[in-house]
């Protein structure tokens, strides 16, 4: 088996792509250690140790380092912990658990708005976060203003502000006249 590695425009993360699917639908967040009980594959890499964030997608792997943690000193060691899992035959999630798909239901008179929001996310959005590592989940929109959660390599990024609001803002803006602000959520 061999695992190609990408940088990410956060250099505290890397997307590890084990040339086999992970996740067969959605994607999968694991912020700690302490969160990835639902994931043996997160389980394994976070016990590597000096891993802060594990997020699983549907042919990657994007782990989250400790700042004062050189990638050169952790890397080989993720590399075969995620080796391992996948050689071993266990399953990426626990089968009582299942991964987050990041679309949370709204009503009333706004639903028309947040249906063409959702759509504009998955079509145009969450495709190109996927290529940096990352995900985008809506989670809600209030007054003109919509909320998304940033995960995996789009968490904590430098450049994660200017991808809201001159990325996902200006084209959600453009699309939807009614959406006049994008702002970060924390999970």
């Known amino acids: 088996m061999f695992i190609q590695t990408e940088s990410t425009p ?4 890397l997307k590890f792509l084990p040339g086999q699917t992970v996740l067969e639908a959605g ?3 694991f912020p700690t250690a302490d969160s990835a009980a639902a994931s043996p594959l997160a389980q394994r890499v976070f016990a590597v140790g000096n891993v802060t964030g594990v997020f699983l997608g549907s042919d990657f792997v994007t782990v989250t380092k400790e700042d004062a943690t050189d990638w050169d000193h952790i890397k080989p060691a993720i590399l075969g912990a995620i080796m391992e899992h996948f050689q071993s035959g266990a399953q990426v999630m626990d089968t009582h658990a299942s991964a987050a798909g990041g679309h949370a239901e709204h009503d ?6 947040v249906k063409q929001i959702k759509e504009l996310l998955d079509t145009r959005v969450r495709p190109a976060v996927a290529q940096d590592g990352g995900d985008i989940t809506f989670h809600g929109f209030d007054r003109g203003i919509v909320y998304l959660h940033m995960q995996g390599a789009c968490a904590g990024c430098p450049s994660s502000t ?3 609001k001159m990325g996902i803002e200006n084209l959600l803006r453009h699309y939807i006249p009614e ?9």
Do not use: K, Q, Y
Request: charged share 20%; glycine share 4%.
């Open 27 to 29: 994607t999968a967040d």
């Open 10 to 13: 956060n250099p505290a993360t």
């Open 108 to 113: 009333g008179p706004d639903s028309e708005i």
């Open 162 to 164: 200017l991808t809201l």
């Open 179 to 187: 959406v006049l602000e994008v702002r970060p959520v924390a999970a």
